[in-house]
């Protein structure tokens, strides 16, 4: 299960990387979902309050994304409405740690996946959006891990949620390339 855990580790690093060539308003949004799932990756490795870390880092991690997603791909969210967003995800995080429901972790989790997969389909054929909507898929497939038992749908959840951090930022990042506003330079740059 290290093995996993370093995957999506190194997944959450490569987020924070990408994210470096995001947009201004998306990057600390994206930021705080790769520290989120970082925390999720040790957690896990070191098997210190696995079960409740996993509950409150892959809810609130999601719905940072979908956050991120939209604004990366529509515009900045209004403080009012991100707030609640977060807020929401922080209370069926903490209710489910609190209360083993795993239900109550993955319901948020979903309608983040929804909501990220609803953003990237107007442009899915163009590069971005189309980054996006597996990143949701792989969004949608970590929170089914999540419901089910069993150390193998653990190792799913760990690997979906890699990619699904990954792919957000990776989305983000090759929407500025594409759009070229609001340029610093890119985090990640090509070989040519």
Known sequence: MIAFALVLLLGAASAWIAAGGAPLRTRAYLRLAAVLYAALAISDAANV???????????????????????????APRALTASLVLLLAVICAIGAAATDWRVM??????????????????GLWK???????LAALSLLGAAAS??????????????????GVLGVALASDVLVENDGAGRRG????RSR
């Open 105 to 122: 972790a993955a319901a948020p989790q979903v309608l983040s996946a929804i909501f990220t997969f609803n953003i990237a389909r107007h």
């Open 49 to 75: 309050a696995a079960a409740a870390v996993t509950d409150i880092a892959s809810t609130l991690g999601s719905a940072v994304l979908s956050v991120a997603a939209f604004s990366a791909f529509r515009r």
């Open 146 to 163: 999540e419901l089910a038992p069993g150390t193998v749908a653990h190792a799913g959840l760990l690997l979906f949620a890699a990619a």
């Open 186 to 189: 890119r985090a990640i740059s």
């Open 127 to 133: 590069r971005p959006s189309l980054y996006l909507a």
